[in-house]
């Protein structure tokens, strides 16, 4: 049975608040972003921002710069996938905060086909691309739950 608008929108609010509870799972301190990826109703991988494994779970340098080596949310729930036997072809990614440009090339090469995300952010390159790439991008208002 096919997704009528309400349902698809009534689920996609309630993927972004599931990707907004992963991203207290960041140890972050600047911003905590979570990222979930759904194909088929199922949720295949999932992500938030921080350092890759192995490493110390500092984000921040002294100066509280973000470190040049933190990965973003939806890259983490991407590389997930690479080491997984699902695939990303066809499935919508949720996300806290708007990709960057990096992301979005990722998102677009992972094959994706919708990008919900319910932060802006100053740069819209990351959206600009997604949308040059057909990909469906949509905003819904964070909504505490």
């Known amino acids: 049975m096919e997704n009528t608008p309400d349902k698809q929108e009534l689920l996609d609010k309630r993927y972004i608040r599931m990707a907004a509870i992963w991203a207290e799972n960041s140890y972050c301190q600047r911003r905590k972003v979570g990222a979930l990826i759904v194909k088929d109703k199922m949720i295949i991988s999932d992500g938030y921002?921080?350092?890759p494994s192995g490493f110390e779970n500092i984000c921040e340098d002294d100066n509280n710069i973000t470190k040049p080596y933190v990965l973003h949310a939806e890259a983490n729930a991407?590389?997930?996938?690479a080491r997984s036997n699902n695939s990303s072809d066809g499935a919508t990614l949720?996300?806290?905060?708007?990709?960057?440009?990096?992301?979005?090339?990722?998102?677009?090469q992972a094959g994706i086909r919708r990008v919900v995300y319910s932060e802006k952010y100053r740069l819209e390159d990351g959206i600009n691309l997604l949308k040059?790439?057909?990909?469906?991008?949509v905003y819904i208002e964070r909504v505490e739950s």
């Open 49 to 51: 921002n921080g350092t």
């Open 78 to 81: 991407i590389t997930k996938i």
């Open 94 to 108: 949720y996300v806290t905060a708007s990709p960057c440009i990096e992301c979005a090339k990722l998102i677009i």
């Open 132 to 137: 040059r790439a057909n990909i469906e991008v």
